[in-house]
């Protein structure tokens, strides 16, 4: 078994990703709080859908396992035990946040779900990176390719 280059290239794509959603927290002071928020929702959704597309193609690949939509990829990433019962609970609370932030139309709950992804978010997804950068890693290094 190996990471197809099909797998890396999807993981490439959701590092840029998450490197641009964590690049966000520099722009505290230099944006105006709204368009901070509305810009830190729109690197937390385009974020998402790479992440729960890249477990989709990690979890069919290397686990033999299908899911088709973002909470059952989340959840059966989560089922591998590789998280613990903490993140498990904040998977299904991020998988809410990011249905809701299409009806975000109010200041403050713009301003929580930002504190929400730099506090929440951010540590998740980088946690669910590690996981499968290091599998990949662990599989190009051990002669299975």
């Excluded at 989709?56 to 088709?68: A, D, H, P």
Aim: aromatic share 12%.
């Amino acid at each position: 078994m190996e990471c197809s280059q099909r797998l890396i290239r999807k993981l490439r794509q959701t590092l840029r990703a998450f490197n641009r959603l964590k690049e966000i927290k520099n722009y505290e002071g230099y944006l105006e709080r709204e368009i901070l928020y509305e810009v830190a929702a729109k690197r937390f959704e385009y974020t998402f859908e790479s992440l729960w597309k890249l477990l989709r193609l990690y979890l069919l690949e290397l686990k033999g396992l299908e899911c088709n939509s973002p909470m059952d990829c989340f959840k059966t990433f989560y089922q591998l035990g590789v998280l613990g019962e903490e993140e498990g609970k904040l998977i299904l609370k991020v998988v809410r946040k990011r249905n809701e932030i299409v009806h975000i139309c109010d200041f403050l709950l713009a301003e929580d779900i930002y504190r929400f992804i730099l506090s929440e978010v951010i540590p998740l997804f980088e946690k669910i990176l590690k996981v499968v950068e290091k599998d990949c890693e662990n599989l190009e290094g051990s002669g299975e390719n």
